[in-house]
């Protein structure tokens, strides 16, 4: 797809439509940075829209970090959003479309229908505009509604210079959603005292809790015998890798937990008679109940090493940790994002992330970050949604946290 030349002043909504036309899904297959060229196609539009609404210092890395400032004293306040959209389903040629909502079952397309009966949350937004897929593809809204978002009110401010605030630096980062968006983030040159992600969900979602997360990788070996000379011979290491599973609890699946309850997810299975692998991802918001969910899966094969002369390996590697404790001492910037969502009309809805976001590895990299909606439901798939008017809010809240900078001390 050939994209035109960035065109700028635009409302939040007319960038957003923009720049879901840009396929950034990202691979974690790809041991490049970014994964996929898409994102650095996009980003390299991005920073030219920059400099074009009168941003400076505007700069596109290597590895497809763009930045840029918006000049006022220090200490300089940021704001981040992520490139990529998940890999869980295509963000090629999306065609979003717009929606007068007024309580009914939207027809996607011919197989796929949004429902409030399946989705009661579409009630809470009869008489807004929605924007939603075609059923074929998601939409983008994670997180490209936070980056129009962001541009948005970079333009704003940069129209409004009447407005006082501190130095804003803005950054734009690639695959977030394979866990790497913070891994070459350099935060020395980011250059801020603390920062906002702008990567959640419905409108008022302020959060600085997120889950303690780690990946798990299970490996069973088996001995394969041809079956008609198998009796005491054949270990079956699918049938061993089942009996794994098996033994883990199932209200502690996600299917089964919500809030602060954290889980253990099988997300991929393959395997031989010859050998097996599971792969996992462990989250909980509470560190020693992370913990507990790790010691678990060694536990459940060291039994099996036991009982049965299991071949069995367990790998587990941290992803992130629970950002609360780098992020509660500043209270003061959660209030202040608090406050100004107050006075966009939104009220702020604290709650824990079931999840996870840059801001989480950053806040632990020394750059404290809380997470603010963009106003989009249903992420990763093609019955995502994005009402207007929550991105609209999203958007003036931005403006509204800048503003009260000025006169906060720090």
């Known amino acids: 797809m050939q994209h035109k030349k960035a065109k700028s002043n635009m409302s939040a909504k007319e960038y957003f439509l923009k720049f879901v036309s840009f396929d950034t899904r990202s691979d974690e297959a790809s041991t490049a940075t970014p994964s996929t060229p898409g994102q650095r196609i996009f980003a390299e539009y991005l920073a030219q829209l920059l400099k074009e609404i009168g941003m400076e210092d505007v700069t596109l890395d290597d590895n497809c970090y763009v930045m840029a400032t918006l000049p006022g004293p220090s200490p300089a306040i940021g704001f981040i959003a992520h490139l990529d959209t998940s890999p869980d389903l295509s963000g090629k040629d999306v065609k979003p479309q717009l929606i007068d909502y007024q309580g009914n079952d939207i027809v996607l397309n011919e197989e796929y229908t949004l429902s409030p ?81 702008i990567d959640g969900g419905a409108i008022g979602e302020l959060e600085y ?12 070996k088996g001995c394969n015998i041809h079956p008609g000379y198998a009796k005491d011979k ?44 599971l792969k996992y991802i462990i989250r909980d918001h509470d560190k020693q109940k992370f913990e507990d969910k790790k010691d678990m899966l060694r536990d459940i094969a060291n039994r099996m090493k036991t009982v049965k002369d299991s071949e069995i390996t367990v790998e587990i590697r941290d992803q992130y940790y629970n950002m609360r404790e780098k992020v509660e001492p500043r209270r003061e910037i959660i209030d202040l994002a608090s406050e100004a969502m107050r006075k966009c009309g939104v009220e702020p809805v604290i709650k824990p992330i079931r999840g996870g976001t840059d801001g989480a590895r950053l806040s632990f990299m020394g750059l404290p970050c809380p997470n603010i909606f963009t106003g989009g439901h249903n992420f990763h798939g093609r019955y995502e949604f994005l009402p207007v008017r929550s991105l609209e809010k999203c958007c003036e809240t931005i403006i509204e946290i800048i503003k009260s900078t000025n006169s906060l001390k720090i």
């Open 117 to 197: 009966s399946i989705f009661p949350e579409l009630n809470d937004y009869i008489g807004q505009e929605l924007i939603v897929t075609d059923g074929t593809t998601l939409l983008g809204a994670d997180d490209k509604a936070g980056v129009a978002a962001i541009v948005a009110a970079m333009q704003y401010l940069i129209e409004n210079k009447d407005i006082k605030h501190r130095k804003i630096r803005i950054v734009f980062t690639p695959d977030e959603e394979i866990g790497r968006g913070a891994d070459k983030f350099d935060v020395k040159k980011f250059g801020c005292d603390w920062a906002y992600t």
């Open 234 to 277: 054949m270990r079956n290491a699918i049938d061993e890798a089942f009996l794994f599973n098996l033994q883990l609890p199932e209200d502690e699946r996600p299917e089964t937990t919500e809030g602060y309850e954290g889980f253990i997810h099988l997300t991929a299975m393959i395997g031989t008679v010859d050998e097996a692998t």
């Open 209 to 220: 809790e997120n889950f303690n997360a780690a990946a798990a990788t299970v490996t069973v």
